[in-house]
């Protein structure tokens, strides 16, 4: 008896190629017909912002932009409804602590909560050496109270340096050529708390990640785009020898303004106007009041108008409970 062995062979085949082109996997009324089905369910199960995302909402226009951003809280609702389940893959990771560089780039990955079955994939980075983590806009602060109060008092009433109590200082005054004023460093400074953003660098990673997969998976980027909630306001200028510049004002003895520095006197961006009043609205300011009380303080009768090195105490004013606001 003679025994069969198998001999494994390999045969070359031919393929069509019409069979390897791309084509669509439906026709354009059925593709048309599931883009309004996603539209209708964004505008009636996504709550839209008002503030660019301030007021909590899924998605808004950011001011200065004109396409809709897709947010944390609204990818997460797309996850949900869809049935995803979202992990997370470090792809790169450097931390120095000595020179507070903290950076991470993450993989989001989309399963179906259904079978377990990848869906699609999204990345993500973030670096505490973006301008918004690793500078700060500093201003000259009363060595007495510790408050950023520091302005310039008129030459008529003997010139110095006052802690303004309508900024919520001391009173205190200080010579023109006190060191403890004028030796202080203003304008764009290192951030002297950047190890603290550490934390915040991983998470906005994450979330990037998150809003690129989602956004990729529900096939939405026609509606949406992602980050521009992250743009931050204009960064200070770099650091300058120049003293404040003096500015008439209506108060006996001191401005009313705040410090007015003459390489840093650009005026706000329409974004970031839009901001202060969407922050200013929501506790309760309206517009007479808001208009008074730049007027009073900042010597500036539009929100428009607002020097952008004040832009960030404003802010944080503004910010605050009416009732707890400087007046």
């Excluded at 110095?160 to 001391?170: A, S």
């Amino acid at each position: 008896m003679t025994d069969v062995i198998d001999i494994p062979t390999t045969a070359l085949a031919t393929r069509d190629r019409s069979s390897i082109l791309l084509m669509p996997v439906m026709d354009i009324p059925t593709a048309l017909a599931r883009l309004q089905e996603f539209q209708g369910f964004i505008a009636q199960y996504l709550q839209q912002s008002a503030d660019g995302g301030q007021d909590g909402g899924d998605y808004g226009i950011i001011p200065g932009t004109k396409k809709k951003t897709l947010l944390k809280s609204g990818a997460e609702k797309l996850c949900e409804i869809y049935g995803l389940a979202d992990e997370y893959v470090m792809l790169k990771e450097i931390e120095q602590w000595d020179t507070g560089l903290f950076a991470y780039t993450l993989k989001c990955i989309l399963k179906s909560r259904r079978d377990d079955s990848v869906v699609g994939e999204g990345l993500g980075s973030c670096s505490t050496y973006e301008t918004k983590y690793r500078w700060r806009d500093a201003q000259r602060v009363c060595p007495q109270c510790q408050m950023s109060a520091i302005i310039k008092g008129r030459a008529e009433y003997g010139g110095g340096w006052v802690c303004f109590g309508k900024k919520g200082g001391c009173g205190a005054k200080f010579a023109d050529d006190d060191p403890v004023i004028t030796k202080q460093t203003i304008g764009r400074i290192d951030n002297p708390d950047i190890i603290d953003q550490r934390n915040t660098a991983l998470k906005m990673a994450k979330k990037r990640a998150k809003i690129d997969a989602v956004i990729g998976v529900t096939r939405s980027s026609g509606i949406f785009t992602q980050d521009l909630e992250d743009l931050s306001a204009e960064a200070p200028s770099k650091p300058s020898a120049r003293e404040p510049a003096k500015a008439p004002q209506n108060s006996p003895g001191v401005s009313t303004s705040a410090p007015t520095d003459t390489r840093n006197d650009a005026i706000i961006s329409p974004a970031q106007g839009k901001k202060l009043w969407a922050v200013a609205r929501r506790h309760g300011w309206d517009e007479p009041a808001l208009r008074a009380w730049l007027i009073d303080l900042w010597n500036c009768d539009s929100i428009h108008k607002v020097k952008r090195q004040n832009f960030d105490t404003i802010l944080e004013q503004l910010a605050r409970p009416k009732t707890e606001v400087p007046a």
